[in-house]
């Protein structure tokens, strides 16, 4: 059926009123965009080369640099301001990300020793006021993980090594919660939201590698910091039951009665017995998170995130084959008889009408 006789029909009905609206052109196919986005980034590439051997003096002088890389950010900010495709769109992405280098390295080059926790949360703080001012949603979503990993990073080299992923996670499931509160925002913090996500991903593995003194922000907190993996993963469990203490409202749930007692205890022991495979909690709360807005994509993190947090555990060398494969049958054998009770006695009881109290 066209649109016009469609609303015709509607004017009929009395269901609408007035002449039909003026077709908009669609977006373009996914093809065409990863297409015109790789030309963008191309030329982008070339440009860059040529105005990165013009500005080259800029580099051994880090006013110059900051002046540069932000001129270079404001061209960018204009350019999206403007942008009517994607080919525009990501030659601006382009040449932002290298405003973006040239601001961290006159950042690196005045703070002294060089990458010092100030300098990590100068840099998370410039990409925060990118997040919420570029008018684009992948760089908002690439300034967000940017922010997130500079602030982890910036708590560890104050030996507080493990306590800021937590805080990320809780900030997280806040957004994603209360997604639609804000509508004047949702495009905005749907990319803070993802951003977080992406870069909760790689976070909280590295915390798998931490516990083996392997990681990337262990080495230098073995003996300097007292705080622990394990610490950083009760504070995810209380994230856990955060996230599903809210749906439950959210539901209608009275948190003091048995179905809800019920829900969160079983809540509980999963994250508790997923404490020596970190990870595993915040998997879950990017799954709940996922299901709960009806979001497809953060259910594929989700899975993702699941999938990647297993394997990083069950190839660990500082536990046994043996151990590390029967915890993950404990926790799976969990899982199947929670779910098996929650099927067969929590959700038939409540269609059935019998009140759980």
């Known amino acids: 059926m066209r649109q016009e006789t469609l609303w015709t029909k509607l004017v009929e009905a009395g269901i609408v009123e007035g002449p039909a609206p003026i077709e908009e052109g669609g977006e373009s196919p996914w093809y065409m965009r990863v297409l015109t986005g790789f030309s963008g980034w191309l030329a982008a590439l070339f440009l860059l080369g040529f105005v990165g051997s013009a500005f080259v003096w800029a580099i051994d002088n880090a006013t110059l640099s900051l002046a540069v890389g932000a001129v270079m950010i404001l061209a960018a900010y204009t350019i999206l301001r403007h942008a009517q495709n994607e080919f525009v769109e990501h030659l601006a992405l382009a040449l932002s990300l290298a405003g973006q280098a040239l601001l961290f390295w006159g950042i690196f080059r005045l703070n002294s020793p060089g990458w010092s926790a100030s300098t990590w949360l100068w840099i998370a703080l410039l990409e925060m006021a990118l997040t919420w001012w570029m008018p684009s949603f992948v760089h908002r979503v690439f300034s967000a993980f940017v922010a997130a990993t500079a602030l982890s990073a910036a708590f560890a080299l104050m030996h507080v090594p493990y ?171 969990t899982s199947l008889l929670l779910r098996w009770l929650a099927v067969h006695y929590l959700f038939a009881r409540e269609v059935a009408g019998v009140p759980q109290r």
């Open 163 to 333: 306590v800021m992923d937590s805080v990320l996670l809780l900030v997280m499931a806040w957004i994603w919660l209360n997604l639609f509160r804000y509508p004047q925002y949702l495009a905005r913090w749907r990319a803070v939201g993802y951003g977080l996500v992406l870069a909760l991903i790689p976070l909280k593995g590295s915390v798998l590698f931490q516990a083996s003194g392997t990681g990337w922000r262990a080495q230098p907190f073995q003996v300097e910091s007292w705080l622990q993996p394990w610490m950083a993963e009760l504070l995810t469990v209380a994230v856990v039951l955060y996230v599903v203490w809210c749906l439950l409202q959210r539901y209608q749930h009275d948190t003091g009665d048995r179905f809800s007692l019920l829900v969160l205890a079983a809540t509980l022991l999963f994250a508790l017995l997923s404490l020596e495979a970190p990870g595993l909690a915040t998997a879950l709360v990017i799954l709940l998170l996922g299901f709960a807005v009806g979001n497809r994509v953060l259910l594929g993190l989700g899975i993702a995130a699941l999938l990647f947090f297993v394997s990083a555990y069950y190839y660990l060398l500082d536990i046994t084959l043996l151990a590390k494969a029967g915890h993950l049958l404990v926790i799976g054998v």
